[in-house]
């Protein structure tokens, strides 16, 4: 699938979401790994054909193994090469560094949430990560706890964003591999469940050509008779990343 074609669908999912708006600061997630760096090109490329303006500020946080130079030395010939904004490298905190070692997601997480000023924080989740994620947290946890595509955060000044929620991990990759676009790191592996769900999704294919973007679509229209309860409790950060 060609770049304006992907271009297309991240901006669908920005729209039916109402993701960003005029004047936003959109402060951009970076692990060095392929979803979270086109997260960043697509919201720089939109800003030369669409009649809205925002700020990108990318940001890493650097973990306890990793070397700020090597971080800059990945990201500075990109940089150039697509004039992005500076990236902004932030140390785990201290009481950052205990948490990462069980939970590295939710340190990370905790981390941006603290350093972000206001306004909407990006993630790099694709449809994949949305559909494997809610899938195990049902089937698994008994849980209903989508990755939301634009989800308000109670307890900071921010929203959290997932512009690439249309695509799937194949696109991402596909698009990396063509365009040339190295990359630090590569996609974490699934867990156990998730890989076996999606291993699952894939021998449907055959019967269900699009089975991500079925589930996607269950998970965004539920009928409120379906609950047994009606009161939402607010799903706390591990949902957020689960």
């Keep these: 699938m060609k770049e304006h074609n992907l271009l297309k669908i991240v901006g669908q999912a920005i729209q039916d979401y ?3 708006g005029e ?3 959109l402060w951009v997630g970076i692990s060095g790994a392929p979803k979270s760096f086109v997260a960043l090109l697509f919201l720089h490329k939109r800003l030369s054909y669409i009649p809205l303006s925002y700020t990108l500020k990318p940001l890493h946080i650097l973990t306890p193994t990793e070397n700020p130079s090597a971080i800059e030395a990945w990201y500075e010939p990109l940089r150039k090469r697509f004039s992005l904004p500076p990236l902004l490298l932030i140390p785990l905190p201290p009481e950052g560094i205990s948490l990462f070692a069980h939970h590295p997601r939710q340190a990370i997480l905790q981390t941006l949430f603290h350093h972000c000023g206001p306004g909407k924080l990006v993630l790099g989740d694709s449809l994949d990560d949305i559909v494997l994620s809610a899938l195990c947290a049902l089937i698994y946890h008994r849980r209903w706890s989508p990755l939301l595509p634009h989800y ?3 307890h900071f ?3 959290i964003l997932r512009p690439l929620a249309y695509l799937s991990h194949r696109h991402i990759s596909t698009y990396i591999h063509e365009y040339h676009i190295p990359t630090l790191y590569h996609s974490h592996p ?3 469940g998730k890989e076996n769900l999606h291993s699952l999704l894939e021998d449907l294919r055959p019967l269900l050509p ?3 973007h079925q589930v996607f679509a269950a998970f965004r229209n539920p009928k409120r008779e379906y609950f047994l309860n ?4 607010t799903p706390s950060p591990r ?3 689960s």
């Design 230 to 233: 009606p009161l939402h409790e």
């Design 23 to 25: 004047g936003d600061t």
């Design 190 to 192: 699934l867990s156990k």
């Design 157 to 159: 000044p921010m929203s």
């Design 210 to 212: 699009t089975p991500l």
């Design 18 to 20: 109402h993701m960003i």
């Design 239 to 241: 949902d957020i990343s």
């Design 152 to 154: 308000p955060l109670c």
